[in-house]
């Protein structure tokens, strides 16, 4: 029986969500509780793999288990077991050629800021500061440069092996509520840090710092400018996995 997940967790204290050999991961988490309670050594694949101090609102994940355990009982046996900054929000049966990666069509992930004057303990877990309000309109046209299907190795962290930067972003929504500003990047895939190197951008954008003008340009050319900064991991949150 192969079993979908749905999780949500908070990634400050964990080193990312692949298993590594030092360090405490929410993949190892996961499959430690799976079992605890089942009794297997599964291996679980989940919809991708965020990085150390990124957090997921709701990540996917499946795996198989020859358990009798009824498929929407899982969610509440494994939160009994699992952390507190790691939960299952949501447990189900799937079918066995249903892949948590490679079955997904799309992928959003979230970037928040916050303004303000100094850094603030009930904000900066999952936001980041930026010190003046930019300009959102000026943010918006940014990210309809952006939108599209592009080479993004502009946007992609330095040391990446990676040999294909073709990708499609579908949509880029930005909201500001007060003092609170998430931007929305939904893709068929991302580069290592492109979500956090995008929103880089378009603050830059909003800040007057890079022009439209140089941002069409780092697009085309390929060379990021160092105007352009990777945002911290802790602003960033995978939002939702589409299938």
């Known amino acids: 029986m192969r079993i979908l997940l749905t999780v949500s967790y908070d990634g400050t204290d964990f080193c990312g969500y692949q298993v590594q050999p030092n360090g405490r991961t929410v993949e190892e988490t996961l499959n430690d509780a799976i079992y605890k309670l089942t009794g297997e050594k599964v291996k679980s694949i989940a919809s991708g793999r965020t990085d150390s101090g ?6 996917k994940v499946h795996f198989d288990t020859n358990s009798n355990i009824p498929p929407k009982n899982f969610a509440f046996a494994l939160n009994s077991i699992l952390p507190s900054d790691v939960k299952v929000i949501k447990s189900e049966k799937v079918s066995g050629d249903f892949n948590a990666r490679y079955s997904a069509k799309k992928k959003t992930y979230r970037y928040s800021f916050y303004i303000g004057a100094f850094e603030e303990p009930m904000q900066s877990r999952y936001k980041t500061l930026i010190n003046s309000a930019p300009d959102i309109s000026l943010m918006k046209k940014g ?12 946007f992609l962290a330095s040391g990446s092996s990676v040999k294909d930067t073709v990708r499609t972003v579908y949509s880029i929504k930005i909201t500001k509520k007060g003092r609170f500003i998430d931007v929305y990047v939904t893709g068929n895939g991302f580069l290592y840090n492109m979500v956090r190197i995008i929103a880089g951008a378009l603050v830059a954008v909003g800040e007057g710092k890079l022009s439209l003008t140089e941002l069409e340009s780092v697009l085309s050319s390929g060379e990021r400018t160092n105007k352009i900064k990777t945002m911290p991991a802790k602003g960033l949150t995978l939002y939702k996995v589409n299938y």
Do not use: M, R
Request: with cysteine; glycine share 6%; aromatic share 6%.
């Open 143 to 154: 990210a309809k440069i952006i939108e599209g299907e592009h080479d993004f190795k502009c």
């Open 54 to 59: 990124v957090h997921a609102l709701s990540q």
